[in-house]
Antibody, heavy 120, light 106 residues
Framework: QVQLQESGPGLVKPSQTLSLTCTVS??????????WSWIRQPPGKGLEYIAY???????YYSPSLKSRVSISVDTSRNEFSLTVRSVTFADTAVYYCARVWSSSWAFDPWGQGTLVTVSS | SYELTQPPSVSVSPGQTASITCSGDKLGNKYTFWYHQKPGQSPVLVIYQNNKRPSGIPERISGANSGNTATLTISGTQTMDEADYYC?????????FGGGTKLTVL
């Protein structure tokens, strides 16, 4: 059964760059039957889609975040990553990675999430 | 831009049927997905492509989608169903989430 695990710093200063990695276990990112995504949730608020990527490197971004985010994949490490540039307090959130099945377009499963706080 | 609208909260008595709606322009023309999220936990898929249940999701949870509204129905609601529920759809290559509905069982 596939599992996803987010990792990265829990604290980032305003105007700096936030970088997170999602490590996939139990299946290969290169299997070709899925896309790999990032979603975030500010404290006490709802879910916000950020981006997803295919193992080949094709990328798709939320229009509202596209100018500040980048998603990448490392098939040799079975990982994919997210970078958010010029962070502000509004980027404080739990960041989740999730699998997107190309057969159904469902987000399943999700990682446990990692809290990133933007604070000086 | 496309938006999905959910009621902030729904209350139901144990054993009764809970219905959570998700509204969007011509939403019936899109596939709708539903996730539940319990406090401190990650979202879990409970319905995909309008009305399909992943393995492990009980039959008392069902979904429908028509016109401008998708509905998640939980029959014989149990205290374990208390959670936040989010609808989700795709607008082209962009995923959209509703604002979430807190289901209270009391």
């Amino acid at each position: 059964q596939v599992q996803l695990q987010e990792s990265g710093p829990g604290l980032v200063k305003p105007s700096q760059t936030l970088s997170l990695t999602c490590t996939v276990s139990g299946d290969s990112i290169s299997s070709g039957d899925s896309y790999w995504s990032w979603i975030r949730q500010p404290p006490g608020k709802g879910l916000e889609y950020i981006a997803y990527i295919y193992y080949s490197g094709s990328t798709y971004y939320s229009p509202s975040l596209k100018s500040r985010v980048s998603i990448s994949v490392d098939t040799s490490r079975n990982e994919f990553s997210l970078t958010v540039r010029s962070v502000t307090f509004a980027d404080t959130a739990v960041y989740y990675c999730a699998r997107v099945w190309s057969s159904s377009w469902a987000f399943d499963p999700w990682g446990q999430g990692t809290l990133v706080t933007v604070s000086s | 831009s496309y938006e999905l609208t959910q009621p902030p909260s729904v209350s139901v008595s144990p054993g009764q049927t809970a219905s959570i709606t998700c509204s969007g322009d011509k939403l019936g023309n899109k596939y709708t997905f539903w996730y539940h999220q319990k406090p401190g936990q990650s979202p879990v898929l409970v319905i995909y492509q309008n009305n399909k249940r992943p393995s492990g999701i009980p039959e008392r949870i069902s979904g429908a989608n028509s016109g401008n509204t998708a509905t998640l129905t939980i029959s014989g609601t149990q205290t374990m169903d208390e959670a936040d529920y989010y609808c989700q759809a795709w607008d082209g290559s962009t995923a959209l989430f509703g604002g979430g509905t807190k289901l209270t069982v009391l």
